[in-house]
Every structure is written in C-alpha cells, then in structure tokens.
C-alpha cells in the first residue's frame, strides 16, 4: 500500500470518527439540556438514546470531553444565527427586525440547549477542563454580535460607543434574563426582549 493510499485511509477513517462523535453529541443533547451538567452521567445519556455506555465511553473519555463537544457543536451553528439579517438588510429597521425574529424564535423555541450553554459557562468557574473551549464558544457568540452591532450601526450613519466584550455583556445579559423567564413559563418573555433590545441598541451607537 503507497503512502498516498495510507493518508486517504487514515482520512476516511478520523471523518468515521467525527461523524461518529456528532452522532453520539446530537443524540446526548437531549438528556444534557432536560437535566444539566451535574445530573447527567454517560450512563444516563445511555439509557436515554440507543446508544450503550460503552459506545459512548469508546469515543469520549468521559462526560466532560462529551458536554464539551456536544455544546461546541451546538453554539458554533449558533453562532452564525443572525449572519442572513445582516447580509439582507439594507436598512437599519429591517436589520433589527431580522436579528429579533431570529433571537425570539430561538429563546422560544430551544431554551434548553440555551440553558445547558449558561450551565456549562458557569461550571466553567470551578472546572478548568471547559475553560478553553468556553472562551473558544464566548468569542464566537462576541463576534456574531459585533457583526450585528457594526452593521446596525452602518445603516443608521453611526458608530459603536463601545467595545465589542461591552455590546456582548449587554445583548448577552438582556437574552440570559430572558431565557430565565421563558423557561419559568412566563408567556411576555419574548415580547419583553424585543422591547428591551430595541430600546438599548440606539443607545449603543452615535
């Protein structure tokens, strides 16, 4: 077998293993988002997919290295959310518009993966193994809201008053608060988002 023959095995064989572990992430999301880190196990994530404990300890080395790819993966297709409401908007209005229908459709309608994300920056805190991909995850979500943010102001003739870790401690904030209302049941937890959002963004750029 010649070495070019080797590397496209070698090749074929570590996407089987991606592919694999996005499986096994996708299929322990559930029970990660219903439970949270402290109360799951890979033996709980087992027994609720079709995958055995085994399956998974065989592609994970423990549940830390799991929630940690099940999260990156999770935020990383969040991350790019808003990018259609900024590339289509051609005024400020519609840019808002698009970024709200956007943020409120996902507050309402995946709140549990949105909570397992604050759970995990918060152990975060304690467990140095998350911290790097935390950061990696945090620094993702601060530039999809700074391209949002640069846009808004573009369109309105303006300029951001702050820095970007400042305009994502805000928006941040603003969605945790709300996401704490949604997930208590309370039904003006959208609506109160949007208001609050458009009432801050103008006051962010000059």
Not at 5 to 29: F, I, Q
Not at 82 to 111: C, I, K, M, N, S
Not at 128 to 154: G, S
């Amino acid at each position: 077998m010649g070495p070019a023959v080797a590397d496209r095995l070698e090749g074929r064989a570590a996407d089987k293993v991606a592919r694999r572990r996005s499986e096994l992430a996708t299929a322990a999301l559930k029970t990660l988002s219903e439970l949270g880190y402290a109360r799951t196990s890979l033996r709980e994530i087992a027994a609720n997919s079709e995958y055995s404990h085994g399956v998974l300890h065989y592609y994970f080395r423990d549940k830390v290295e799991l929630i940690t790819h099940c999260v990156r993966e999770y935020k990383a297709r969040c991350a790019t959310r808003y990018d259609e409401a900024v590339a289509t908007a051609t005024t400020a209005e519609e840019l808002v518009t698009g970024f709200l229908r956007e943020q409120t459709a996902t507050l309402t309608g995946e709140p549990e993966m949105h909570r397992l994300w604050y759970d995990l920056r918060n152990q975060a805190m304690f467990e140095p193994a998350f911290r790097a991909d935390v950061a990696e995850i945090d620094q993702l979500l601060e530039q999809m809201v700074w391209r949002v943010v640069t846009r808004y102001a573009q369109l309105s003739g303006a300029e951001p008053r702050v820095a970007a870790p400042a305009f994502y401690a805000v928006l941040d904030g603003l969605f945790q608060q709300a996401l704490l209302r949604q997930l208590a049941g309370d039904p003006q937890a959208a609506a109160d988002l949007r208001a609050s959002v458009q009432a801050v963004l103008p006051q962010l750029v000059h």
